[in-house]
């Protein structure tokens, strides 16, 4: 395989924005091998994201045509694309060399994750898609690997998509320790090139508008929200980006009523690795929260409750509703302790900042929702404020208590949900987790 | 609707006020739009650079050949992040529903010009390439009439550094039509100065009198 064709097997790319040169992208274009379409039709699609709305699908007097164009701005930070832009594929993919793959993960799975593991490989051999429904902490990645090695020997192309960068970031190392003799591809938005032909991608659910017939395994990870309700081009994106046969692997530790019904194939792990249970939340009042701290003032009940983690040197993450809130309290709370710091999804230094709390250089982090997810710091207190907000729903509740007691050493941990009336959603989430605890004891 | 620049849903809180005066829709929410600063007084009556009545810059242009070439200005915005990140998306990434970004603004501040709107242009392969003329369009957004009078040539400007620019040929040209007496040229960014001052200059030896510049940001 040259490198144009190892670049280009699967992928869907502007004409204009390759890594090669564009006689080199002609010559195989005039050769044939090389297929050419248009970024928008007829029909008014994007043919990268699959995006129709009209919302998004925008016409202008484009000077270049001299007529009028369309343009897709769903996907336009990739470059955008219009009715007179190109968009190349590789016409006829060849089955890329065979491999030599290894695996060199050395733990071992629990009963409840060995069996988990068999039936996503039993699911798979028979292309059928799969759930993995397990609680957070449970070792859902561990218990896909033997499932991914199967796929990799048979010489499959596997995808491992999760909505959000931190997610991506964090996998891609544990893939990579795994199998270390694959080629492996980790894309987000600002990611370097990497050449070659990539075994497994892991990717940010939007790298995935880049691929087409790419995929034999898709993997899922973090498909609680799926079928993305907020976004129908993501689950286009899914679509288009594997083969058409190709079995999904869902994994998720609150899947939505519609995943749960799409999917009958499904392994279920109610506890943690470690075998202990999910930390209850309890709800604390913390009446008019907001008020008071636009007044320049931390609730006591919050206070002390920050001030006891201080004292004992447990790190712990303070979920708030809103950046503009974060932005307003966090000189109070660094009153309190001056290392701790805020954090949210567009802060540069998220990661280095996480890395802190971990490595106790810094005592607590103020944080949106964003932090959720991907992360595990050992001893880790969680208290969510304004709890009853409409932004916290069930399974984001779900996923901030489950940041909690992860560690074997540690399984235990503080969560509160200090709130300003409780709402349905807090109920739901607590309810599910006494009942996930109930069902992995029975 | 949705933002325009964070796509999140603008929700309205209909006031007596608001239903009377607003029979259009909002491009952008209340908290993208609280990201841009607009230029205050005091500021350079050339550039309107916040600051002194005449900046530095200015003050230097006032001793070169480009001496009276301007002879008063305004800018809209200053070039903060916000703002840096909006021209990004409406520039480099195409974004041309983005004119309708500033429409209201644009409308109210060019309400009245004194003289005839006359845009920068842009030179044709430029155009070619992205695909709209984006000053033009930001004027159309705010139902601004305007008129050409000025060719571009193929410019070179992002290589040189600020001196080199600043001694550059001009390079625009006089379309042979008949220059009013009166013209507000219009810019989308002010950075150097050279741009405006020498399309200012090219219509000036062209038979206009008086030249006023308008940008959306100074830089
Ligand atoms: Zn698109
Ligand atoms: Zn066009
Ligand atoms: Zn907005
Ligand atoms: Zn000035």
Redesign the pocket.
């Known amino acids: 395989m040259k490198e144009l064709e190892e670049f280009l097997t699967g992928r869907i790319w502007l004409l204009n924005f390759t890594p090669f040169s564009k006689d080199l992208i002609d010559e195989y274009i005039s050769g044939g091998l090389i297929a050419v379409s248009k970024g928008i039709g007829k029909d008014r699609v994007c043919a990268r994201c699959l995006e129709n709305s009209p919302q998004k699908i925008i016409s202008f007097y484009c000077s270049k045509c001299e007529e009028a164009c369309y343009y897709c701005r769903h996907c336009i930070n990739m470059g955008r694309i219009s009715s007179c832009t190109e968009l190349i594929t590789w016409k006829h993919p060849t089955q890329p060399p065979q491999k030599n793959h290894s695996f060199a993960w050395t733990g071992t799975l629990t009963n409840l994750q060995e069996r988990a593991s068999i039936k996503v490989s039993k699911s798979l051999e028979q292309n059928h898609s799969h759930l993995v429904y397990a609680v957070c902490g449970a070792g859902k990645t561990e218990l896909l690997f033997v499932p991914i090695f199967k796929a990799l020997q048979k010489g499959l192309r596997v995808c491992i998509a999760a909505p959000r960068t931190d997610v991506v970031l964090e996998l891609s190392p544990r893939i990579k320790n795994a199998f270390p003799d694959t080629r492996i591809h980790t894309l987000y938005g600002g990611a370097p090139y990497e050449e070659g032909f990539a075994d497994i991608v892991i990717a940010t659910t939007h790298q995935l508008y880049r691929f087409q017939d790419a995929f034999d395994v898709m993997i899922i990870d973090e498909a609680d929200a799926f079928p993305y309700s907020y976004d129908a081009s993501l689950e286009r994106a899914v679509i288009k980006a594997k083969k058409e046969t190709a079995p999904v692997v869902y994994v998720s530790a609150t899947p939505s009523e519609r995943l749960l019904k799409k999917v009958p194939e499904r392994s279920e792990i109610f506890r943690r690795f470690h075998g202990q249970d999910l930390p209850v939340p309890s709800f604390k009042p913390l009446w008019n929260y907001k008020k008071s701290l636009l007044k320049n003032k931390i609730p006591k009940k919050l206070a002390d409750w920050v001030t006891d983690k201080i004292r004992k040197k447990e790190p712990f993450l303070l979920f708030l509703p809103t950046i503009e809130l974060i932005d307003h309290s966090i000189a109070l709370f660094q009153k309190l302790d001056p290392s701790i710091e805020a954090v949210h999804s567009q802060d540069p230094q998220r990661k280095e900042k996480v890395m802190k709390l971990r490595n106790g250089e810094v005592a607590g982090l103020l944080t949106s929702t964003i932090l959720e997810r991907g992360i595990t710091i050992p001893n880790v207190q969680v208290a969510v404020v304004g709890a009853d907000d409409r932004i916290f729903d069930a399974s984001a509740l779900i996923q901030i208590a489950g940041r909690a007691g992860r560690s074997s050493e540690q399984p235990g941990g503080d969560v509160v949900f200090f709130h300003n009336g409780i709402a349905r959603e807090m109920d739901k989430a607590r309810n599910r987790i006494i009942s996930y605890n109930a069902r992995s004891r029975s | 609707m949705k933002c325009l620049l964070c796509d999140s849903t603008i929700v309205y809180s209909p006031t007596w006020q608001g239903l009377l005066l607003r029979n259009r829709e909002e491009p952008v929410c209340k908290k993208c739009k609280a990201e841009f600063a607009e230029i205050k007084e005091p500021r350079?009556g050339?550039?309107?650079?916040p600051g002194s009545t005449?900046?530095t810059?200015?003050s230097y242009w006032e001793t070169t050949e480009y001496r009276g070439c301007i002879d008063a200005g305004i800018g809209l915005y200053q070039y903060n992040e916000a703002m840096k990140t909006f021209l990004h998306r409406y520039k480099f990434l195409q974004d041309v529903e983005l004119s309708r970004v500033f429409a209201e603004e644009v409308k109210r501040s060019l309400r009245k010009p004194r003289g005839v709107v006359v845009p920068i242009p842009m030179h044709a392969s430029k155009l070619m390439e992205r695909t709209f003329p984006q000053v033009d369009r930001l004027l159309d957004a705010a139902e601004i009439n305007y008129r050409h009078f000025l060719i571009k040539s193929n410019s070179t400007q992002g290589t040189k550094t600020k001196k080199e620019r600043m001694a550059v040929e001009n390079l625009f040209a006089w379309n042979g039509e008949a220059v009013p007496k009166k013209i507000l040229l219009i810019d989308d960014l002010y950075t150097t100065?050279t741009t405006l001052r020498q399309a200012a200059k090219t219509l000036k030896d062209a038979g206009a009198e008086e030249i006023r510049i308008w940008t959306l940001i100074r830089g």
């Open positions: 350079c050339i550039c309107g650079l005449l900046c810059d200015c100065g």
